[in-house]
């Protein structure tokens, strides 16, 4: 299984930006796909998961600012991130497991790509 993510980039708080992740492979049996991110200095944090029921877990610190969504045609997950604030910098994971159970612990999680940089300014 590879997992590439795509987007990104410096906005400003206030503003939106949208990850992408295109999940490639033995993918049909990795029923469960999460989005992490690490900041300098931190452990990595789950942010949102969602599994192929559609069913969807955030971290309450995303809660109702960022969307995760998953289009099973394509293979790809996304992560809609609005109302973005400076403590949203980091660096940005997709990850994929088997199962359905949702889940936001980054040790739980078996699949990894290389992580795409979302910083916020002022």
């Known amino acids: 299984v590879q997992l590439v993510e795509s987007g990104g980039g410096s906005v400003r708080s206030g503003e939106s930006t949208r990850l992408s992740c295109i999940a490639s492979?033995?993918?049909?049996?990795?029923?469960?796909m999460g989005w992490f991110r690490q900041a300098p200095g931190k452990e990595r944090e789950g942010v949102a998961s969602?599994?192929?029921?559609?069913?969807?877990l955030y971290a309450e610190s995303v809660e109702g600012r960022f969307t995760i969504s998953f289009d099973n045609a394509k293979n790809t997950f996304d992560l809609q991130m609005n109302s973005l604030k400076t403590e949203d910098t980091a660096m940005y994971y997709c990850?994929?497991?088997?199962?359905?159970?949702?889940?936001?612990?980054?040790?739980?999680?078996?699949?990894w790509g290389q992580g795409t940089q979302v910083t916020v300014s002022s």
């Open positions: 492979g033995d993918i049909n049996r990795r029923a469960l």
């Open positions: 990850a994929a497991r088997s199962g359905s159970r949702l889940r936001l612990q980054a040790a739980d999680y078996t699949y």
């Open positions: 969602i599994n192929r029921n559609g069913a969807t």
